[in-house]
């Protein structure tokens, strides 16, 4: 219906008005500027000088530099014709410890940016926790304890008085799947552990550091707009055999995270050795955890597909499911994937929108995340043709649509990221940027998908083809002014 203009050709499809154009980045990622102004160590800090964590043993110690190029960045975002901007809060540039004595010169940081985006008429969506935990508490127990839950909530409330007037959206925690899988299960990200246990105690705090940090900026400012960031992934089960596992691993992935926020309690069939024990559950923690929240964030990347499949023969395309003998993980070899291996599926996302939608009673969802990591090199024009990620997110707008039609109230969008950055365990090799960013002189050069969701945002409507038309084109984004 709304892809069809009255002749029956394929037209724009407009998006509701009010709609939120944005894009995203976080602290670690893209601030480099680690022992700058009195930033303390965060474990990110930590783990990636640690020989054998992170590719080539890349470190975000420069990263983007942003902390030093803050108003290349707001220029940047202005050029783009965004009306948001996502970014993290450094725990320890604001709090060195974790809590206690506050570090001025890393709120003034935060402060001149909110300043700056408003100025620019840009809207401040701030991310209080993405990933980078001081590593002082980190000392104390990390995730772990309790008390970790409980500095998230006094970092919120540093940040509701020192910037609160400024911030349009907050977003308390982001992907705490990755905060709990990576961190504490698999070990691949920062702190690196190994250990059930402690994951499972990791599963209630970082659920419990949302519901504290979503009480002391409701305390602060009652009017705020609040939410989670969680990134969950759905499990399609191709045969009967592989159901269970895909319903094992929604719960284990999903629901763990998604249930206490939308209905204050653990789903009932999670594995027994990640399930919080009840002697980590006070009183209250549940009601806390479920409090009303104003919006969902939701990061999508990618569906799992599983199927029956020998595990002492394994197919092309093919690899074991841990703990599920007899079921793989399935990528059809011809799938399209991204340079992370991810599928490209972007009916997944309004599929989940319409799950998200069901389960959160209606609330409104921004995706506050959907972007893809391509092989983007600088061409001897000095331009960077990504095609590939102007079809992601054509493709993924278009989805989008299809779940506004449904009746989804999706209020926003925004693309990871704004520019190339420190991906994590994968380094600077992984580029998810709509600018591309040239690491030794940290010049930014903006991509062909940054001319074409430009385009986007400021008609906010999504053209038939994924293609720039000739108005969005050039004159506004030249490569020489938007290389900074
Ligand atoms: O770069 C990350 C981001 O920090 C969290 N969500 C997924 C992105 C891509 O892996």
Avoid at 372 to 395: K, N, S
């Amino acid at each position: 219906m709304n892809s069809l203009t009255p002749g029956g050709a394929e037209g724009p499809r407009r998006f509701p008005d009010g709609f939120v154009w944005g894009v995203g980045t976080s602290s670690y990622q893209i601030e480099g500027a680690v022992n700058v102004d009195g930033r303390g160590p965060s474990i990110w800090d930590v783990f990636t000088h640690a020989p054998g964590t992170i590719n080539r043993g890349d470190t975000g110690d420069v990263a983007c530099d942003s902390y030093h190029r803050l108003d290349d960045d707001i220029r940047l975002l202005t050029e783009l014709g965004v009306g948001a901007y996502r970014f993290s809060v450094s725990w320890s540039r604001v709090l060195p410890s974790g809590g206690g004595a506050v570090n001025q010169p890393g709120l003034d940081y935060y402060r001149r940016l909110v300043e700056a985006l408003n100025e620019n008429g840009i809207k401040p969506v701030a991310t209080v926790y993405h990933w980078d935990l001081p590593q002082a508490l980190e000392d104390r127990g990390g995730w772990g304890a309790r008390d970790t839950a409980k500095r998230l909530g006094e970092l919120a409330q540093v940040l509701a008085e020192a910037i609160g007037d400024q911030v349009a959206m907050w977003i308390t925690i982001n992907e705490p799947l990755q905060t709990v899988r990576q961190g504490y299960i698999t070990g691949t990200h920062a702190p690196g552990h190994r250990d059930l246990t402690l994951a499972s105690a990791a599963i209630h705090h970082v659920l419990l550091g949302h519901g504290y940090a979503l009480q002391a900026i409701r305390a602060q400012l009652p009017d705020a707009v609040i939410g989670p960031t969680m990134d969950p992934q759905p499990f399609h089960a191709l045969d009967a055999a592989a159901q269970p596992a895909a319903d094992a691993l929604d719960a284990e992935y999903n629901r763990v995270y998604l249930d206490p926020v939308f209905r204050g309690v653990y789903p009932a069939d999670l594995r027994a050795d990640l399930r919080p024990p009840e002697t980590l559950i006070a009183d209250g923690d549940m009601a806390l955890i479920s409090a009303p929240i104003d919006f969902f964030g939701l990061n999508y990347y990618r569906p799992h597909y599983l199927r029956r499949g020998d595990w002492a023969d394994l197919r092309l395309g093919e690899s074991p499911v841990s703990g599920h003998p007899g079921v793989v993980q399935y990528l059809p070899p011809e799938m399209p994937r991204t340079v992370m291996g991810w599928p490209i599926v972007p009916d997944g996302l309004r599929d989940l929108l319409i799950r998200l939608h069901e389960e959160s009673g209606g609330l409104p969802i921004h995706i506050t995340e959907n972007g893809c990591a391509a092989d983007d090199y600088l061409t001897p024009e000095g331009t960077v043709e990504d095609q590939e990620r102007v079809e992601f997110i054509h493709g993924h707008l278009g989805a989008a649509l299809e779940a506004i039609d449904a009746g989804v109230n999706v209020a926003g969008y925004f693309h990871w990221s704004l520019m190339d950055n420190f991906e994590w365990a994968e380094g600077y090799r992984r580029r998810f940027g709509l600018h591309y960013v040239d690491f030794p002189s940290g010049r930014r050069i903006a991509k062909r998908s940054a001319q074409f969701y430009r385009q986007v945002a400021l008609a906010g409507q999504l053209p038939p083809t994924p293609e720039i038309s000739f108005e969005a084109a050039a004159p506004e984004v030249p490569q020489a002014s938007a290389a900074v």
